[in-house]
């Protein structure tokens, strides 16, 4: 049974720095590629960031520059460093394997606002 549960969401502003973590399980973390997904009201899901199992990373160009997934397969566990947050970052993100397993998690929310 996948086990998807992400954390770290919270209240920030403009300008302001969270990581969230997503901790995994009921797979074999190590060879699934993942991402960071987020929705925010009205919106379709949108992919911000990917890591291949061989620690490649590419992101959107709405966030290149000011966020960074990271994984630690000892940990089952992916990280979204997010940096110099907007508005419009604003948004319940959730992370899933790539090509995605049809069970998502709750997400986290975050909301940046001044």
């Known amino acids: 049974q996948v086990q998807l549960v992400e954390s770290g969401g919270g209240l920030v502003q403009p300008g302001g720095s969270l990581r969230l973590s997503c901790a995994a399980s009921g797979f074999s973390f190590r060879l699934r590629a993942m991402g960071w997904y987020r929705q925010a009201p009205g919106k379709q899901r949108e992919l911000v960031a990917s890591?291949?199992?061989?620690?490649?990373?590419n992101s959107p160009d709405s966030v290149k520059g000011r966020f960074t997934i990271s994984r630690d397969n000892a940990k089952s566990t992916v990280y979204l460093q997010m940096n110099s947050l907007k508005p419009e970052d604003t948004a319940v993100y959730y992370c899933?394997?790539?090509?995605?397993?049809?069970?998502w998690g709750q997400g986290t929310q975050v909301t940046v606002s001044s």
């Open positions: 890591i291949s199992i061989g620690g490649r990373t």
């Open positions: 899933n394997a790539i090509p995605n397993f049809e069970m």
